[in-house]
């Protein structure tokens, strides 16, 4: 997915403990089966989300239990009973991105909110309830209002004594306000959700990141994931903050200066670097197999000696291996100038280089220069450079 793409942020997380709450096992089919009580009135009941009218509010019903058990998707859940959601709105579903798991030590399970599908999809939505799995099998559904439990993804859920603090959000777009950081506490005695008051020095509107616990178990230190820009767009978040829980204070404990760059093409589309390297795999298998489609769409025959030189700049590097188990490692590329991580990412709209440290001026012209040139060619159309 691409994160840069304002309704459509579900890049996999494995942070996030996402697919904890899907229970897939590949050791037998799920049974899918309604269980006798959900019939096609009860399931159109309790077929759309809804928000809570309390703060919480149970909502077990047979329905999404039969949901949570399950992990099927909306569609999958329709299909039973021969509906859609064209025209009706999204289905409720326990099938997300962006949902935290915490195990608590009586051994609970705490699923908090996540969203379904994407923006295009009749059945997106970000949810915003706590699910409670029990050791013994039962299930605890809670709602909140809106006001107290904004629609909440790929935050993180750090369990701080008897309760779990939730941080940060993707969110839908007319929620979100650069410049703050949104922090909840869900209350594990009542499961009441209410706003952290913070002040101090906040990373700004973050999501996909990393939260751990400190040793004195009186901070949270947030790392990784992804700040909201004031013109909307979102950049990888590269420093350090902690959250003191015992009066909300932000204190950022890094602050790197490292040059990062956006290449765009001039015209606002989206590139066709994946499209390229889909071509040259299917070449390894399959010689014969055509690439109109790309040729169609750059305008000309596809330019495969440049794609191949894309990542070789004018200068002198090495280039380093990704860890193949790291989130976006399929779309890095790393390369060390004189001793520094210059670090391309392809975010599947645009391309992303971050520079780990420090490099003379005209060796990072070099880096910004080259990639433009040969990203115009591999384009067919004119690409900008510019720094984030």
Same mark, same amino acid.
């Given at each position: 997915?691409? $994160? ?9 997380? $494995? ?34 989300? @809804? ?10 019903? &047979?329905?999404? /239990? ?10 999958? %859940? ?13 289905? *409720?579903?326990?099938? #997300? ?47 909140? +209002?809106? /006001? ?24 839908? $777009?007319?929620? @979100? ?17 209410? %706003?952290?008051?913070? #002040?101090?020095? &906040?990373?700004? *509107?973050?999501?996909?990141? #990393? ?6 178990? =009186? ?29 909300? @204070? ?5 602050? @790197?200066?490292? +040059? ?8 606002? !589309? !989206? ?7 889909? %071509? ?24 495969? /000696? ?6 070789? &700049? ?19 590329? !790393? ?7 210059? =670090? ?7 391309? !992303? ?23 115009? =060619? ?11």
């Amino acid at each position: 997915m691409r $994160p840069d793409d304002p309704d459509d942020p579900d890049l996999d997380d $494995p942070d996030l403990d996402d697919d904890d709450s899907l229970d897939d096992s590949l050791d037998a089919p799920i049974d899918e089966t309604p269980p006798p009580a959900v019939d096609a009135a009860l399931f159109e009941r309790w077929r759309r989300p @809804r928000f809570g009218a309390a703060n919480p509010e149970p909502m077990d019903n &047979p329905v999404w /239990a039969w949901l949570i058990r399950t992990g099927i998707s909306a569609w999958r %859940a329709n299909q039973h009973f021969d509906r859609s959601s064209f025209g009706s709105g999204p289905t *409720w579903c326990c099938q #997300r991105f962006g949902q935290s798991t915490t195990r608590l030590p009586d051994g609970r399970e705490v699923l908090i909110a996540g969203e379904h599908e994407d923006y295009y999809d009749p059945d997106f939505y970000i949810y915003s309830d706590v699910i409670v799995r029990h050791p013994d099998g039962r299930l605890q559904i809670f709602g909140y +209002p809106e /006001a107290d439990f904004p629609p909440t993804d790929f935050h993180t859920a750090t369990l701080a004594g008897d309760r779990i603090v939730i941080i940060g959000n993707v969110g839908y $777009p007319k929620h @979100r306000q650069p410049g703050t950081t949104p922090v909840l506490t869900l209350d594990l005695k009542t499961f009441a959700v209410q %706003a952290l008051p913070t #002040r101090g020095d &906040p990373p700004s *509107w973050i999501n996909r990141h #990393r939260a751990e616990l400190a040793d004195d178990k =009186r901070a949270i230190v947030v790392r990784g994931g992804q700040l909201l820009l004031e013109d909307g767009t979102f950049v990888e978040n590269i420093d350090d903050w902690c959250l003191h829980l015992d009066d909300g @204070r932000w204190q950022r404990l890094t602050d @790197r200066k490292w +040059p990062r760059f956006a290449f765009t093409r001039e015209d606002g !589309r !989206r590139h066709h670097l994946f499209e390229y390297q889909m %071509a040259v795999w299917d070449a390894e298998f399959d010689p014969d197999k055509g690439d109109e489609a790309l040729a169609t769409e750059l305008g000309t025959a596809p330019d495969y /000696a440049t794609f191949a030189a894309i990542y070789q &700049p004018p200068v002198d590097f090495t280039v380093e291996e990704v860890d193949d188990d790291s989130d976006g490692a399929w779309r890095t590329t !790393r390369l060390r100038v004189q001793g520094v991580v210059a =670090r391309y990412v392809d975010e599947l709209g645009e391309m !992303r280089l971050t520079i780990e440290g420090e490099l003379p001026p005209a060796v990072i012209e070099a880096l910004t220069t080259d990639f433009v040139e040969k990203l115009t =060619r591999l384009e067919n159309a004119p690409c900008i450079c510019r720094r984030l």
